[in-house]
């Protein structure tokens, strides 16, 4: 099943914080391998600085999908102010395989 994690930044240190672990951030995401569906960062309003993250991942209950978001370096290193874990269907655009 699939899961979508809608993680909000703090507020002031959460850009900060989010430069400083970037990196590991994204080791992280790609060691997750075929599990890692699609993962991009929600903009401020001009487009001109991340306020956080979306995520889809693959996993086989919401307890492991928020195991996985308990070990992303943005979410260890502080950068959410909340981290959301969601069941989530792929409607449109999907690639194939997955649903």
């Known amino acids: 099943m699939l899961y979508a ?3 909000i ?6 850009l900060a914080l989010r430069k400083a672990n ?3 951030h994204l080791a992280f995401l790609k060691d997750l391998g ?6 991009g960062p929600f903009m401020n ?3 001109s600085e991340p ?6 991942v693959e996993a086989d209950s919401l307890e492991d999908a928020k195991a996985i978001a308990a ?3 943005y979410n260890k290193a502080g950068v959410f102010e ?10 449109f655009g999907a690639p194939e395989g997955v649903s």
């Open 22 to 24: 970037r990196e590991d």
């Open 34 to 39: 075929d599990q890692m569906k699609t993962a």
């Open 82 to 91: 909340s981290v959301e874990v969601r069941p989530w269907k792929w409607l």
């Open 71 to 73: 070990r992303d370096p």
């Open 5 to 7: 994690f809608i993680c």
């Open 9 to 14: 930044d703090k507020p002031g240190e959460g």
């Open 51 to 56: 306020r956080g993250s979306l995520v889809i």
């Open 45 to 47: 309003e001009d487009g």
